[in-house]
């Protein structure tokens, strides 16, 4: 029998280094959008941006914490309307109203939690719902936020981020830039640490992870307070992009919540890369099928019942089970220092 | 002073009553068996030691301390273990990571602190082959081996093991024995909830009995098996 001292762990996979390559490649070709692209082409990529990061914070929510959300637009909506109010009347400068916008999602958050937290499975669901209605129906009542019809960024707001127009589109666009590598570079970090562990284990089961000394509550409420601060940021983001905001459009559920399961779903839950692979999709069929007016609804309805059908696990879930592809490898697996494994591969 | 003491637990769900005015204790390094009928209150009692579930009345009390109000995961971090009565495996994890969640979160060390000692128990529990493996593709005795491991990872002092050997070829069986023997020899106090009644035999210093939610009989195992109340129970032998 081998000595315990001779083992050693790795969360490394031959496919790590060509998602790695992969990953640098996208994110370069996405960044030299001002070389190669026009106007519309990065507003398209900061949309693109903006909705993975979405996607990255959804599914861990869902995928990991086992928090099934139908109310992250409640967090989008307080993070557009951050913006609006820090910058409007208490003269934050706009891209410092950013972090100042995660910081109020993810202050709110904790309340929000103490409720929708007693609530369990398809109760919690619709409980995260009913509170991004509150928040929406509460904004309407705002009469110098503009109530239900919304309010515009003053033009010396627009004006701080930079002066010239595509000036300013270029700061937007570095933000989103950053913004998705950064969301997906952070749930990459956390399932790697031993919240990761934690995650994944109160994912496939509570009461063995409770009885194995995770603190299930906290850990939930740590990964539903970072979600929620992180998508605050994305909605000062989408609407320092937008330049007009109203309670509807701020909170919208289909626009915010049900895109964004969309493309968790058919990407592929639980997996890091499953909402690239889903952004990436959702943008295809958009581009292609949007003209089609309410048939793009029902085409993407389609495609999603034929996905949750054919491919539970979503495209990249059967991608990686059937070619063993880790793109962002999280495992850890248990090796002998003489390169033997000692058991067989996941 | 006893390691685990319960005094005078009581725990209904409704109008059913599944733990009756029950006092038992644990000596430091005992294995102690629980036997009783289907319904009879023993995973309760599980659930009581180990956090799952609060008395409605009674304490539980751990190492002279008192536990009753203490949560679940904070009960493994002072050294309760417990393996489940059915499996329940982190299916998408290894078997390794499985062990390391215990490990981690069980004893409160850093991770990287925790991969000998997790190797070590993967060794010790015949699984070692297995390490790389989902969890979710074992089968039924290496599931069982996993609870077991698992809880062993996270360091207990006292381990509460529900009905590890149910469903096991003889074998296997015996296989399993031997690695709870292993265990004990290395100081840790064992509860074991089992109907496999000669692997609890072989195994356990003292039994105690549990029908209907309430403690019937306490004492050596094979007096007890012997016993009037026992046979009654089990065999369904009429006291006349």
Redesign the interface.
Known sequence: ??N??T???TTATRTSRIGLMLMLAGVAFLSLTPVWGGRSDMRLVVEFCYFLALAQMWNLLAGYAGLVSVGQQAFVGLGGYALFVSTIFMGVHPLLALPLAAVVAGILALPTALIVFRLRGAYFAIGTWVMAEVYRLSFAQVSVLGGGSGQSLPINVIKSVASSRSDRELVVFAIGIMLAVASTGIVWWLLR??HG??L??I???E??????????FKTKLLVYVLAAAITGFIGALIYLQKFRIAPDAAFSLIDWTAYVIFIVVIGGI?RIEGPIVGTIVFFILREFLSDLGSWYLMMLGLVAVVIMLKAPQGIWGELANRFDLHFFPV????YRSDGQ?????? | MPLVEIHNAHKSFGSLVVTDDLSMHLDEGEALGVIGPNGAGKTTLFNLI???LAPDRGRVTFDGADITGV????R??RGIG?S?QIP???????????L???A?????K???TC??????V??RTGL???????AGRLSLLERKRLELA??LA?DPRVLLLDEIAGGLTEQECLELVDTIRNIRAEGISIIWIEHVVHALLSVVDRLIVINFGKKIDDGDPHAVMNSRQVQEIYMGISAE
């Open positions: 029998m081998a315990t001292g083992y050693c762990v640490s031993r562990l934690a994944t284990a994912r496939d089961s009461p063995a992870s409770e009885s194995l000394g995770v603190n299930n639980g495992q850890r697996r248990l494994t000692p058991g067989g591969s996941a | 180990s956090g799952g949560p679940a995961h904070e493994c971090c417990r489940h329940h495996p982190f299916v998408g994890m290894t078997v390794f990571e499985n390391l969640v215990g981690t979160f069980g004893t409160g850093s991770e990287k991969y000998a000692s997790c190797a070590e993967l060794e070692i082959a297995k390490a790389n493996v989902l698992r809880a996270s």
